[in-house]
Every structure is written in structure tokens, then in C-alpha cells.
């Protein structure tokens, strides 16, 4: 029931470009993407709702099909910011309760 | 400050011990959640309140209960405590049960269970 990420961890040099993926072997009422820096709480980035739609948030967008039951989230010219590890949670229809993915670790070097 | 307060930050107890945890949602929101993170582990889903009723249980052992009163906080009560009880416990709220907002979370409390 857990969601899938991939890759596990990245590293990046400021300015490029990162995807990351989230997939479920369920059928999805909607996804939700977070970002936790070490040792602090998770923050809310975006949610993608059913329907293919994609989103965009500064430098930090998302895509959500859902016939294949997958996310992407996508971070074009990374900066030293982004670093951290990024969520992906899912809500399968007709569920309460979000489950989030193992995460992907995103580091970010000058 | 997120809005959502959880208490206390950090909680060393000995191993048999119960402790409890308290979250005040932020204002507004009705849902509650509570999260527990092992060290370098992913967010496991414990169990969810909304309006004061229970919505939703994940894995929560029978050792650990949870309630949310009529002002909307949160008590998470864990007894018998392990030593793999120690954990991030993370408490969410959101204005709704979960479907079409994102979470709010609290800082968390850090228990250390020796």
C-alpha cells in the first residue's frame, strides 16, 4: 500500500534539474508532495488531485497521472535550498489515511 | 511556527514506562494525525481523529492509544514502552478529514525510550 519513490537520494550541483517519481499500486484519489530538511518537520509543497493535472510552485512542479497511478515531482534549477528529503503521499479513493513513500534525499552542493 | 504545538519537544523515559503526547492542531482545522519517524525512516501513519471521533487507523500498536478532546487537541499515549519505541512522533492537522488539503505538522516530539 506504501508508495514507491524513486531514486532513493540524489545529489546535485546548484543549477540542474532533478524528477523525482512516485508510484502506487493503487488507485489514487490524489497525491500529495512534502519536503523535511534534518531534524525538522515535513512542509507541505503541493496536492494533485485526479484528473492529470499539473501544478507549479516557484521552481517546483508536479504531475499526476492517474491511469498509471503515478507522480512526478520536478525541480528545475535547483538551489542550495531544496535540499532536503522529499515525501510523496498518497490517498487511495475512498481512504482516510495518507501513506507516504520511503523518500528521496536530495542534496544540493554549491 | 507551523500553528500546530507539540509537547513535549523531547521525552526520555525507561523502558516499561507510559508517556503521553499532546498536539494542538492549528486553528481551524478539525482533522488530527499522528506520524511516527524511526531514525532515517519514512513517516508511518498511526491513527487519525476528526472532530473528536476516530476516521482512520494505520499499524498502531495495541500499546499506544490516542484521543482528541472537544477543544480538538490530541493526546497520544504510549505504555509499555520498548526500546524501538524510540521515534520522531509527528502530529498533523488539516481543515478537513484528508482529502483536499494539504498537512500542517508540528515540530514533533522526540522520544527516547532507554
Known amino acids: 500500500q506504501q508508495p514507491v519513490q524513486s531514486p532513493q537520494a540524489v545529489i546535485l550541483r546548484e543549477g540542474e534539474d532533478a524528477v523525482i517519481n512516485c508510484s502506487s499500486s493503487?488507485?489514487?484519489?490524489?497525491v500529495h508532495w512534502y519536503r523535511q530538511k534534518h531534524g525538522e518537520a515535513p512542509v507541505f509543497l503541493m496536492i494533485l488531485l485526479k484528473g492529470g493535472e499539473q501544478k507549479g510552485h516557484d521552481k517546483i512542479s508536479a504531475s499526476f497521472n492517474e491511469k498509471k497511478q503515478q507522480s512526478s515531482l520536478y525541480l528545475t534549477a535547483s538551489q542550495l535550498s531544496y535540499s532536503g528529503t522529499y515525501f510523496c503521499?498518497?490517498?487511495?479513493?475512498?481512504?482516510?489515511?495518507?501513506?507516504f513513500g520511503q523518500g528521496t534525499r536530495l542534496t544540493i552542493n554549491p | 511556527d507551523s500553528g500546530v504545538t507539540q509537547t513535549p519537544k523531547h521525552l526520555i523515559t525507561a523502558t516499561g514506562q507510559r508517556v503521553t503526547l499532546r498536539c494542538s492542531p492549528r486553528s481551524g482545522d478539525l482533522s488530527v494525525y499522528w506520524y511516527q519517524q524511526s531514525l532515517d525512516q519514512g513517516l508511518q501513519f498511526l491513527i487519525q481523529?476528526?472532530?473528536?471521533?476516530?476516521?482512520a487507523k494505520g499499524n498502531i500498536l495495541e500499546r499506544f492509544s490516542a484521543q482528541q478532546f472537544p477543544d480538538l487537541h490530541s493526546e497520544l499515549n504510549l505504555s509499555s514502552l520498548e526500546l524501538g519505541d524510540s521515534a520522531l512522533y509527528f502530529c498533523?492537522?488539516?481543515?478537513?478529514?484528508?482529502?483536499?488539503?494539504?498537512?500542517?505538522f508540528g515540530s514533533g516530539t522526540r522520544l527516547t525510550v532507554v
Open positions: 498533523a492537522s488539516s481543515a478537513h478529514a484528508g482529502t483536499n488539503g494539504g498537512y500542517t
Open positions: 493503487k488507485a489514487l484519489y490524489s
Open positions: 503521499g498518497t490517498l487511495p479513493g475512498g481512504a482516510q489515511k495518507l501513506v
Open positions: 481523529y476528526y472532530n473528536g471521533e476516530e476516521r
